[in-house]
């Protein structure tokens, strides 16, 4: 139940609820997806300025995709320094880099091929090998890319599943645990297959974090964690908490429809 007041965001066509975490509600996904593509750039934008690039890890998914498409056409395309961005994933499955369900070929297909992006920038996780050499083999790509600290990204953008999962972090998975390695394969029973997915130590190492949310099939989910008083390893997303950093949950109207039930206050122009 929100008892927080709400108010609305100038500007992003959404409304804001003040609580622990940032809550950005649009009334639709179109509205959702056009003001994450501007927090992103935004962000670009500012850890150029202070670093000189800026280190993002991606996620998979139909709302992504959207922020994608819009970040590759104008005013984006020409308005984010491609030059200094590298792109990493925050999950991958494991298929081919060409096959319908690589998070890659959704990336490529929406953002890489129509922006002029080095290929060295681009850092994807290998789908098409075995589970653990991929994960291995990412974790060194991560040490190396940060010159051997802990990798602190500038911004993840992450999903949710309808069963609390993000990135590949599933209920009941060992990688929900784990708290040294940067870099986990992981077997997800449920689904027969395996998957390699970033951390909760790297996630919750980030500047900004924004998960991205649409559609009434995760309302019951968002829900329960926006109900969450504590973490809670059933619900992994729950555990998505950046220490020095930034979290913030971009939701449509129908992803927030059994809060709005609770939060009469919380208001959609």
Aim: proline share 6%; net charge negative; with cysteine.
């Amino acid at each position: 139940t929100f008892n927080a007041p709400a108010r609305k965001q100038v500007g992003q066509g959404g409304a804001s609820i003040n609580m622990n975490k940032n809550i950005h509600a649009y009334p639709n996904k179109e509205k959702l997806v056009t003001a994450t593509a501007e927090l992103v750039a935004d962000c670009i934008e500012q850890a150029i300025q202070q670093n000189g690039l800026c280190n993002m890890a991606l996620s998979g998914g139909n709302t992504p995709g959207g922020v994608f498409s819009l970040l590759a056409s104008n005013p984006y395309r020409d308005r984010v320094d491609w030059s200094r961005l590298h792109l990493f994933w925050g999950d991958e499955r494991m298929v081919p880099q060409e096959h319908q369900d690589s998070n890659f070929r959704m990336v490529r297909e929406t953002l890489l091929d129509h922006v002029e992006i080095p290929d060295e920038n681009v850092h994807r996780m290998r789908g098409e090998i075995a589970p653990e050499e991929a994960a291995a083999e990412y974790a060194e790509l991560l040490h190396d890319h940060f010159k051997g600290s802990s990798p602190r990204f500038d911004l993840v953008l992450l999903g949710l599943g309808e069963d609390g999962h993000t990135a590949s972090l599933f209920p009941e998975t060992d990688a929900v645990g784990e708290c040294e390695k940067h870099v986990v394969a992981v077997f997800v029973p449920k689904l027969s297959a395996w998957r390699v997915t970033l951390t909760l130590p790297v996630l919750n190492a980030a500047r900004k974090v924004l998960f991205l949310v649409s559609g009434k099939s995760k309302s019951e989910m968002v829900e329960r964690i926006m109900s969450n008083k504590q973490p809670a390893k059933e619900i992994p997303a729950t555990m998505v908490n950046p220490q020095n950093g930034e979290l913030h949950w971009m939701l449509d109207s129908e992803a927030m429809v059994l809060i709005n039930k609770n939060a009469r206050d919380v208001m959609f122009p």
